[in-house]
């Protein structure tokens, strides 16, 4: 238990700030003291917060640490000279540029001389740190700041990589990862139909995919003929029209018999669509767009090509989401995605939830898109 008896705390609300002082405030207040414990709260995780307290910290000779903690705040332990430490104290106040301190506590500490330096503590992996702070600003912002409706992608496009590390990291089968990523799937169209997005695509299977195992595959396979069959009565009582983007000719014929199906049964729908792109390469789909062209005998343009392609009414994509901290996009519609806004998240895609969702949609919000027409 940290003793409190020379202590303060600030809540801060509307940009004022309030110094509450506990009853046994001391005169020594001001006496020179070299340990300082703060912990601040408010946005304050995956904004760089510590990043940046590290480099105030050692800019002004200060030594300690500074923490992610599981509640959401930052926990800084600095040791130095006392108008050092203050001025620590005051930068902590304001924070890095992305942060939000809604709320801050210190107490002053005897010294203990244990650091050597100032530097950033991980609670895990440097991986699984990140994830957890990642995970922390998405709920923060999602608790407070709204998105404006015309901010929001007309077309999201999610390339889901990490069911297989996901499944692994929590010693399931591999397949266990594949279905719990295809309910995250389910559970994020459901939001961002609620928000009014009124085209998505996940990236479901590959052309590249089929050299994995066989028996993997089959259950992939099988995995998507459930969800399908799921999504049906979703799909109808929703009016939520279904496409599949991709190659037909290698499908399991009980899958593409339910692919063609669904997709005949909500044609009539116009309003939120969703596509599912199973046996897709963005390659593969331009060349077969070349080949409708070909044989329809038309000349080649660009207004042939975006009609002879798998998405077809579809809006060129605004916003492609990729999981599990993997930066490409490996062949996801080449053409129709020339401007979109790339966004890697650092989770794997079971993990990727509505908060992780509105966190990317934040992201997009905020940028601006010139469409190659400079500033």
């Known amino acids: ?70 509640d959401g705040s930052v926990e800084i332990v600095c040791e130095g000279e006392e108008s050092a430490l203050k001025k620590m104290l005051e930068w902590c106040y304001r924070g890095s540029l992305l942060a939000h301190v809604d709320g801050l506590s210190f107490a002053w500490e005897e010294p203990q001389n244990e650091f050597n330096n100032f530097s950033i503590r991980y609670t895990n992996s440097f991986l699984r740190d ?43 089968p591999i397949w266990r990862g594949h279905q719990k990523g295809m309910d995250r799937a389910v559970d994020l169209l459901r939001e961002m139909r609620r928000l009014n997005i009124k085209y998505v695509t996940l990236w479901g299977f590959s052309t590249e995919n089929w050299s994995r195992k066989k028996d ?33 000719d290698r499908l399991p014929e009980v899958l593409l018999a339910a692919i063609t199906s669904l997709e005949k049964e909500t044609a009539i729908f116009t309003e939120f669509h969703f596509g599912l792109a199973l046996d897709y390469g963005g390659r593969d789909e331009i060349l077969r767009a070349f080949e409708k062209i070909q044989q329809g005998g038309e000349p080649v343009s660009e207004e042939a090509i975006s009609h002879a392609l798998d998405t077809q009414g579809f809006p060129d994509t605004e916003l492609i989401i990729r999981t599990s901290g993997e930066q490409r996009l490996s062949g996801i519609m080449p053409w ?33 898109r010139r469409f190659g027409g400079g500033h």
């Open 1 to 70: 238990m940290r003793c409190l008896t020379q202590a303060g705390s600030f809540l801060l609300n509307n940009d004022k700030a309030v110094l509450r002082l506990i009853p046994h405030w001391r005169a020594d207040f001001y006496i020179m003291h070299k340990r300082l414990f703060i912990k601040i709260l408010g946005r304050v995780q995956g904004v760089f917060f510590r990043k940046n307290a590290e480099t105030v910290a050692r800019g002004l000779g200060l030594t300690g640490y500074a923490q992610n903690m599981q």
């Open 336 to 368: 129709q995605g020339v401007y979109a806004e790339l966004y890697f998240a650092p989770v794997h895609f079971p993990d990727f939830d509505e908060h992780q969702l509105h966190f990317a949609l934040a992201d997009f919000a905020r940028r601006e």
């Open 130 to 172: 990140k994830i957890a702070a990642v995970k922390q600003l998405s709920k923060h912002l999602v608790e407070h700041d709204a998105i404006a409706p015309e901010k929001l992608p007309r077309h999201v496009v999610i390339i889901p990589d990490g069911n297989r590390r996901w499944a692994r990291e929590h010693g399931v």
């Open 216 to 248: 993997e595959v089959e259950k992939l396979m099988d995995i998507f003929l459930i969800i399908i069959k799921k999504f049906r009565a979703e799909a109808l009582r929703d009016h939520i029209r279904f496409h599949h983007f991709g190659r037909t």
